[in-house]
Nanobody, 128 residues
Framework: QVQLVESGGGSVQSGGSLRLACAAS??????????MGWFRQAPGKEHEGVAA???????HYANSWKGRFTISQDNAKNTLYLQMNGLKPDDTAIYYC????????????????????WGQGTQVTVSS
């Protein structure tokens, strides 16, 4: 069973950057045909998939964050990252890391919230 712990959230001004980290322990997806990724929940909104990454490191992004956010992984540390640049007030949300079985030919950013295991989330607040 996988356990996920996010870190790196905080408060920044518009235009700033943050890097989120997700430390995975247990039977991680690295040893299985699975996916990891990030999704978020903004105030008053439903879960939104942000980015996902295949086991081979291929990234996939939801259109809203393509070009500003970068997902990456460090297999040696069993850690997933989300580098967020050019942050906007609309990026304010709780960001969750997730891991689970791949559903299709690749790990879709739009399906991250349907993966089996979630972390506890980390708050990101962007002020104007």
């Amino acid at each position: 069973q996988v356990q996920l712990v996010e870190s790196g959230g905080g408060s920044v001004q518009s235009g700033g950057s943050l890097r989120l980290a997700c430390a995975a322990s247990g039977d991680t997806y690295v040893n299985s045909n699975g996916c990891m990724g990030w999704f978020r929940q903004a105030p008053g909104k439903e879960h939104e998939g942000v980015a996902a990454i295949d086991k081979d490191g291929s990234p996939h992004y939801a259109n809203s964050w393509k070009g500003r956010f970068t997902i990456s992984q460090d297999n040696a540390k069993n850690t997933l990252y989300l580098q967020m640049n050019g942050l906007k007030p609309d990026d304010t949300a709780i960001y969750y890391c997730a891991a689970g079985a791949r559903r299709g030919a690749y790990c879709s950013a739009y399906d991250v919230m349907y993966l089996e295991t979630w972390g506890q989330g980390t708050q990101v607040t962007v002020s104007s």
